[in-house]
């Protein structure tokens, strides 16, 4: 997996890194290609291992998904339909946009808590919420709930089996791979269904 390898992120960057992952991955333009999903499963893991402190880490993660959520959604607020004339190389697509917000079109305001769990999606989903003007008593509501379930889901899952299966580091790559083609299958699916209406 080389450089995107969640155990040499975690290893480099210590918690304090995750949380500000957490937050590039889920608030920044360029955050879309962050590991969040792998990441967090990983450092749930050891966190189990005594390397971590799991409520620090929750409490830290889940700030950081929610905070980043808002910093997207008030970009997209801020600076509305200009994004989707722009087209900056690779880390800003305004094909990712049109994605996120056929998605928030099919899943109205549950996208907020779904693409959660959707790479990429993830990202760009409340900077649509911010351009459609979706009121942001609404928006932060089911940011606070899916920034709670995506973080405190991945790291207690990472932390419980860390904490029953025998030298866990051996299955962490197999795993957060795994996991990485999993969070992917919907962007498939949805590719597959389109060709086929065409």
Not at 28 to 49: E, K, M, N, V, W
Not at 63 to 75: E, F, K, N, R
Not at 88 to 103: I, M, S, T, V
Not at 141 to 170: C, K, M, Q, T
């Amino acid at each position: 997996m080389g450089i995107f390898d969640p155990i040499l992120i975690i290893k480099a960057v210590g918690i304090i890194g995750i949380v500000l992952i957490v937050f590039a991955e889920t608030g920044l333009f360029f955050g879309f290609f962050l590991p969040g999903d792998s990441l967090l499963f990983t450092a749930g893991i050891f966190a189990s291992q005594g390397f971590f402190n799991i409520q620090i880490l929750l409490v830290g993660c889940i700030l950081a998904a929610i905070i980043g959520d808002s910093v997207g959604y008030w970009s997209g607020k801020k600076y509305g339909r200009q994004l989707f004339d722009r087209d900056a190389g690779f880390f800003f697509k305004k094909k990712r946009l049109y994605d996120a917000e056929l998605f928030y079109e099919k899943y109205g305001k549950s996208t907020i808590i779904i693409a959660r769990f959707v790479p990429m999606i993830r990202t760009f989903a409340p900077i649509v919420a911010g351009i459609g003007n979706m009121k942001y008593r609404s928006f932060v509501s089911y940011n606070i709930f899916g920034g709670i379930i995506w973080v405190s889901g991945l790291l207690l899952l990472g932390y419980f089996l860390g904490g029953i299966i025998h030298d866990p580091e051996i299955y962490i790559i197999p795993i957060a791979v795994s996991i990485i083609i999993l969070s992917f299958i919907p962007i498939f699916i949805k590719m597959i269904v389109m060709k086929f209406k065409k």
